[in-house]
């Protein structure tokens, strides 16, 4: 089972990114999808997360900015982030989770929002 990121960068305040994630050795579309970050000296957080079915959830200091969706057929997770901030600037991994089974993790991608 594996998960990799792609898609990272470094971006000007207000500039938007696109993530990928694709999945490779397990059943993608029965997985929920999470995409995570982690900050330097920080915890890492979640951002936003995709059920199996399709149904989302954001993290406050992302919403309205930031959209997860999957495409199932191309084992793929994509986070898209617009009106990017400096605080946003962190390593994204995406996670795959099924109850029961063990979760997979991607190992990440960098991104940086400075002027």
């Known amino acids: 089972a594996q998960l990799v990121e792609s898609g990272g960068g470094r971006v000007q305040p207000g500039g938007s990114l696109s993530l990928s994630c694709t999945a490779s050795g397990f059943p993608f579309s029965r997985y929920h999808m999470s995409w995570y970050r982690q900050a330097p000296g920080r915890e890492r957080e979640l951002v936003a997360a995709i059920t199996s079915t399709g149904g989302s959830t954001y993290s406050d200091s992302v919403k309205g900015r930031f959209t997860i969706s999957r495409d199932n057929p191309k084992n793929t997770v994509y986070l898209q982030m617009n009106s990017l901030k400096p605080e946003d600037t962190a390593v994204y991994y995406c996670?795959?989770?099924?109850?029961?089974?063990?979760?997979?993790w991607g190992q990440g991608t960098p991104v940086t929002v400075s002027s």
């Open positions: 996670k795959a989770a099924r109850m029961g089974y063990v979760e997979v």
